[in-house]
């Protein structure tokens, strides 16, 4: 009996869903693609009946957590089914149907949020960290120096989440450096607060140690106004972080200026209330102030119009004798008659008074 004996050829082009091309491509990183498309090739090859995911991710310069992170991806976005099997192997079809549900809300959309950080690290194999460690100077030199910073031997968790910051959140080395730095010279040295550290700074955009060095530097200015105010926390939410960016930048205050509110605030309230700065800052920013020696005039403004509004209960009566005590100004100031006494003040200087 003759048989025939077909021969299998590779395609010499394959077709990609319109609709993944105009509604998907664009508004999706890299890695994903390049899993994606080198996947539904393979899929479209009739010589192709099974494969590895380490070969994969080894052919595509890739780690294999990262391969399956991609597909897990592409599952939840609907335009393709991928599931594991108890007997550790794959089910793996692509949809050539358009999704009903749309990559806008997809549950893993990019641009990527501080959550969905949090929640898709990869894990990363101890054999790959150590496999890593071997074949890149750049990371052995990373790790030690980690240690010198952190003043301990790193754990493999450690080194998971060390080398995460570079394959992951895509941080230069030396970003990583200085990051590391900056959280041991404020005694923070566990890793996950330095992890929470560094996607804070992806999140905000930081790509450079410039940039890093810059948002150290503001939040050094953030956390000494709220220590003046007799705060001590480690943290800043996002409402304080803008009242304090008002008053730097839209009112242009420097910040002694700043911290002198905060000195009154704490001596009139006896409490943190930045509530209670602002309004201080606010009549002075529409007092056109800009240094504490505008404060010292506005002060001396309103002692003079005190001394002036005050009558005697008795004309007869002899003035009490001046003591040095009554050279000191009092600090039970009344703002809404500052206020006003800073607007006639200023009025008098602009039309030539004293």
């Given amino acids: 009996?003759?048989?025939?004996?077909?021969?299998?050829?590779?395609?010499?082009?394959?077709?990609?869903?319109?609709?993944?091309?105009?509604?998907?491509?664009?508004?999706?990183?890299?890695?994903?693609?390049?899993?994606?498309?080198?996947?539904?090739?393979?899929?479209?090859?009739?010589?192709?009946?099974?494969?590895?995911?380490?070969?994969?991710?080894?052919?595509?310069?890739?780690?294999?957590?990262?391969?399956?992170?991609?597909?897990?991806?592409?599952?939840?976005?609907?335009?393709?089914?991928?599931?594991?099997?108890?007997?550790?192997?794959?089910?793996?079809?692509?949809?050539?149907?358009?999704?009903?549900?749309?990559?806008?809300?997809?549950?893993?959309?990019?641009?990527?949020?501080?959550?969905?950080?949090?929640?898709?690290?990869?894990?990363?194999?101890?054999?790959?960290?150590?496999?890593?460690?071997?074949?890149?100077?750049?990371?052995?030199?990373?790790?030690?120096?980690?240690?010198?910073?952190?003043?301990?031997?790193?754990?493999?968790?450690?080194?998971?989440?060390?080398?995460?910051?570079?394959?992951?959140?895509?941080?230069?080395f030396d970003l990583i450096e200085f990051l590391i730095e900056y959280c041991a010279s404020n005694n923070h040295t566990a890793m996950h607060y330095i992890e929470k550290v560094a996607i804070s700074w992806v999140d905000a955009g930081i790509t450079t140690v410039e940039q890093a060095k810059e948002k150290v530097t503001l939040d050094k200015r953030y956390f000494k106004i709220l220590s003046a105010l007799g705060s001590s926390k480690s943290t800043i939410t996002l409402s304080e972080r803008k009242c304090i960016d008002k008053w730097l930048s839209a009112y242009s205050f420097t910040l002694e200026v700043i911290l002198e509110a905060c000195k009154r605030t704490v001596m009139q309230t006896n409490k943190p209330s930045l509530n209670y700065v602002d309004s201080i800052l606010v009549s002075w920013y529409d007092a056109k102030v800009k240094t504490l020696d505008d404060i010292l005039l506005l002060d001396k403004a309103y002692e003079s119009k005190k001394q002036l509004s005050a009558e005697p209960s008795h004309s007869s009566k002899r003035p009490n004798k001046m003591t040095k005590f009554n050279d000191i100004y009092s600090h039970n100031w009344n703002f809404e008659e500052l206020e006003k006494l800073e607007s006639e003040y200023i009025e008098r200087k602009l039309n030539g008074g004293t």
């Fill in 1 to 172: 009996m003759a048989y025939v004996k077909f021969l299998v050829h590779e395609p010499a082009f394959v077709h990609l869903p319109y609709w993944f091309i105009t509604d998907y491509m664009p508004k999706t990183v890299g890695g994903y693609l390049k899993v994606y498309i080198y996947l539904f090739a393979l899929s479209n090859s009739p010589a192709q009946t099974s494969l590895s995911l380490e070969d994969v991710a080894h052919e595509l310069d890739m780690l294999y957590s990262e391969v399956l992170q991609a597909l897990k991806y592409w599952d939840k976005a609907e335009v393709l089914h991928f599931k594991e099997l108890p007997t550790k192997e794959f089910e793996l079809n692509f949809y050539l149907e358009k999704p009903k549900t749309s990559l806008q809300t997809a549950p893993t959309q990019l641009p990527i949020s501080k959550t969905i950080l949090s929640q898709s690290r990869p894990e990363y194999r101890t054999e790959e960290i150590n496999l890593y460690i071997q074949d890149s100077d750049c990371v052995s030199k990373l790790f030690k120096i980690a240690e010198q910073y952190l003043g301990r031997l790193l754990t493999n968790t450690d080194q998971k989440i060390l080398y995460s910051f570079y394959d992951w959140l895509h941080m230069p």
